[in-house]
């Protein structure tokens, strides 16, 4: 890239955070300094604002980079991603937004705590939570990665490294200083850029082909190399049978995932009632479905027009091939058509990988500080000190993430993406679920559904292709491989369930029936919700 890229495009990006820290110092001198403050913002989003938080929340790097980039290398396979992010709302919809918002406080465990005893089933929600989001955290320093690797042309590893760290040190100042209020107003303004980067992009890619989509897709097809074969199912996950099991699995991880993903769930929490929450999903859904329409025709775009070669020459997993795109879209390499556009569209991206990483790291944050922190250490502990606690354990999460995201930097995003999704799916959804419908339940299930997901969901990953045995592996040297899957939803989220159930009807413990009865009321109706 030329030093007129780099210039424009670190210019765009230091004007949005420039920006973004402005909002966050000024709403720190505003905060009150109470948890409800830190945690939920005060209650004071209306449903339309947090419909467009929630969307910048979910459209992350993993959207925008990832999920182009494996339509533009794979065609219909890469769809899929599309399909599992979009659909899973529809579960989030009717099954959780309610009911969590009129349960909880501020995390996940707070409603599956509210019948239960609160320390065991307390440690495992946060442990689980935390885990989901440091591994969704590492996707987000990947693409940050990816795209300064692009804009310095691969020459310096120690720019890239550098630079997640900086987008680490980022988020650790977004979060400690302006907790969920300032966060909120962040993903808002990176919503709004990224719909308009996206829109304008779409527009683009369909003039260029006169708005005959039909030859979009035969021009990506021919410079696939796989002809029809790349607008037919099977090009990623059809070669084998454990590539067809590996398609199923990732479906059910993105499907189930979402309602179990702590940042997403937290969101809830910002507004001041249940049918608010509601309207903040059904607000989100419209938004978020439109950027999947559109990440189709970039994808496709991306492939018809830079051609899937090229895009794997500057990324093996094709994290870049949206700049790419824009770079050739607004008249190539050296043209200051192309040079604006592609620096415009790295900003975006810088921009969506800021706000993301900022409210994945107050959801964390806020799991070690309400959940382990007052568990393990100090269950009487006062407000002012659980969020002082909350704002250090950022420092803490953000140095994880950060070393993560080095260690991972050439694998393809969505994917990063897709075994976050797992987890959250095999370990947070089944003791969610069973805990706002299952009268019956007990301490001993929500734990044990809560392990019974956790562990095998990273264990089959450490012992997946992902870790070893593949020259895409982040260990390409070992092989310790003996699960043939790489994403293990398939395998882990019915565990979750299965042990969650077992741990119920194995345990002693005979169910609070007033209790439940209670939680049944609020969740159903909002009464006695905060």
């Not at 996707?139 to 300064?148: D, N």
């Not at 592609?342 to 975006?348: L, S």
Request: one cysteine or more.
């Amino acid at each position: 890239m030329t030093g007129r890229h780099q210039t424009l495009a670190l210019l765009l990006f230091s004007m949005f955070v420039a920006v973004t820290l402005g909002i966050t110092t000024w709403v720190s001198r505003k905060r009150r300094g109470s948890a409800e403050e830190f945690y939920a913002g005060g209650r004071l989003f209306s449903p339309m604002e947090n419909g467009f938080a929630i969307a910048g929340d979910y459209m992350s790097a993993a959207s925008f980079l990832g999920v182009t980039g494996l339509i533009a290398l794979f065609g219909y396979d890469g769809l899929l991603y599309v399909v599992g992010f979009l659909v899973a709302w529809l579960v989030v919809l009717f099954l959780v937004a309610e009911l969590v918002r009129n349960c909880g406080r501020f995390t996940l465990a707070d409603v599956i705590a509210a019948r239960m005893s609160e320390r065991p089933v307390r440690i495992a929600a946060g442990t689980s939570s935390v885990t989901v989001s440091v591994l969704y955290l590492v996707a987000q320093m990947v693409g940050a990665g990816s795209l300064v690797a692009l804009l310095l042309g691969r020459t310096s590893e120690a720019a890239q490294a550098w630079t997640v760290i900086g987008v680490g040190a980022l988020m650790v100042i977004y979060v400690s200083l302006g907790g969920m209020r300032a966060t909120t107003w962040i993903q808002i303004v990176k919503a709004v850029l990224l719909l308009s980067g996206t829109v304008a992009l779409t527009v683009l890619v369909l003039l260029r082909f006169h708005g005959d989509v039909d030859r979009l897709l035969l021009t990506a097809a021919d410079r696939s190399g796989h002809g029809q074969a790349f607008l037919a199912p099977g090009l990623k996950y059809g070669g084998s049978w454990s590539a067809r099991m590996d398609f199923i699995s990732l479906g059910m991880a993105l499907v189930l995932g979402t309602a179990g993903l702590p940042h997403i769930l937290s969101r809830f929490y910002t507004v001041p009632t249940a049918k608010a929450a509601r309207r903040s999903t059904v607000w989100s859904i419209g938004l978020i479905g439109g950027f999947y329409l559109m990440t189709i025709v970039l994808g496709f775009g991306a492939a018809a027009v830079v051609g899937p070669d090229a895009v794997r020459a500057s990324s093996a997993s094709g994290n870049t091939a949206i700049p790419l795109l824009a770079l050739d879209l607004g008249g190539g390499a050296g043209s200051t058509g192309g040079t604006v556009l592609f620096a415009v569209v790295a900003a975006v991206a810088f921009a969506t990988i800021l706000a993301v990483v900022a409210g994945i790291t107050l959801a964390s944050s806020a799991s070690v500080a309400h959940d382990l922190y007052v568990s393990l250490r100090r269950p009487h502990a006062r407000q002012r000190s659980e969020v002082a606690v909350a704002r250090t354990s950022a420092v803490g999460i953000g140095v994880v993430a950060i070393a993560l995201g080095l260690l991972a930097k050439d694998m393809n995003v969505a994917f990063l993406v897709g075994l976050a999704f797992a987890v959250a799916a095999s370990a947070n959804l089944p003791a969610l679920l069973y805990s706002l419908f299952w009268r019956g339940f007990t301490t001993r299930g929500a734990v044990w559904a809560v392990y019974g997901g956790l562990v095998p969901a990273l264990g089959l990953v450490v012992l997946s292709p992902v870790v070893s045995g593949s020259p895409d592996s982040l260990f390409p040297g070992v092989d310790f491989q003996y699960f043939p899957l790489q994403n293990p939803g398939i395998v882990s989220i019915p565990l979750g369930f299965l042990a969650g159930w077992l741990g119920t009807v194995t345990s002693d413990e005979v169910p609070d029936e007033a209790k439940h009865a209670e939680t049944e009321v609020r969740s159903l109706t909002g009464a006695g919700a905060v």
